[in-house]
């Protein structure tokens, strides 16, 4: 059996062990500087619809900054507290003629790109709504459990502590063709936090004791920088991931 495989059932054991995990799914879509606001405005009247009003979680819409090659300029990310939840909104969602209305914007002012279903398997740092400045890492993990030992031992350490924004944990559940496994979701109020923190954390040598130890469990991949442009829904981020 290949390690691959062995990585996808550790995964799957840890997934299962994650009861009423969040579940998100990261939309990405390619548009133009000119065409961004009709979807704004789509999303709003979609999300101010009765049937948009049903929608439990929180939605954020999130313009990339940097991610290399990707076509994708912006991306949706729906958050649930569970994929129940989500089959149950996204299915009402999708009869409702608010659907198709949001569609059509959606075909004629933008362009598909990918569709990755995500859960959260763990979480650390203050989970706020008013971080919107994300860094996305991505791994393929071979261990993960101590991949996960790593980070919280590495959070738990005296420059972790002094960490100022959240981190987020997340498995690739489905639409994932790349090797990425394993995704870390880093919030930050700003760029000027991010980069603060990144100088105090890379100076340390526990971060380099991190570092050492997730290297040993998992390969690292790259990251991306996003920023929330809006954000709709009753749920907070807190509420969402238990914290």
Request: proline residues 6%.
């Amino acid at each position: 059996m290949t390690r691959t495989a062995l990585g996808a059932i550790a995964l799957l054991a840890f997934a299962q062990t994650a009861t009423a995990a969040p579940t998100w799914t990261a939309i990405a879509f390619g548009t133009t500087p000119q065409n961004a606001p009709q979807i704004v405005a789509a999303a709003d009247t979609l999300m101010n619809s009765p049937a948009g009003k049903g929608f439990p979680g929180r939605l954020l819409l999130q313009a990339h900054v940097a991610d290399g090659n990707n076509p994708a300029t912006h991306s949706f990310i729906p958050i649930y507290k569970t994929h129940g939840e989500r089959e149950a909104f996204v299915q009402k969602l999708q009869a409702d003629p608010a659907w198709d209305a949001f569609m059509a914007v959606m075909t004629k002012h933008s362009q598909p790109v990918s569709t990755v279903l995500n859960q959260t398997l763990k979480s650390w740092g203050e989970v706020v709504d008013t971080d919107h400045v994300w860094m996305g890492h991505a791994f393929t993990v071979r261990d993960p459990a101590a991949f996960v030992a790593a980070a919280d031992a590495f959070m738990a350490s005296p420059t972790g502590k002094k960490f100022p924004g959240q981190v987020h944990l997340s498995g690739v559940v489905a639409g994932g063709l790349s090797p990425v496994t394993h995704t870390i979701s880093v919030g930050y109020a700003s760029e000027a936090e991010m980069g603060a923190w990144n100088a105090t954390a890379q100076a340390s040598a526990d971060w380099a004791t991190y570092i050492a130890a997730s290297r040993a469990a998992a390969d690292y991949l790259g990251g991306s920088l996003a920023r929330d442009i809006k954000w709709w829904g009753p749920a907070t981020l807190a509420e969402l991931t238990g914290n």
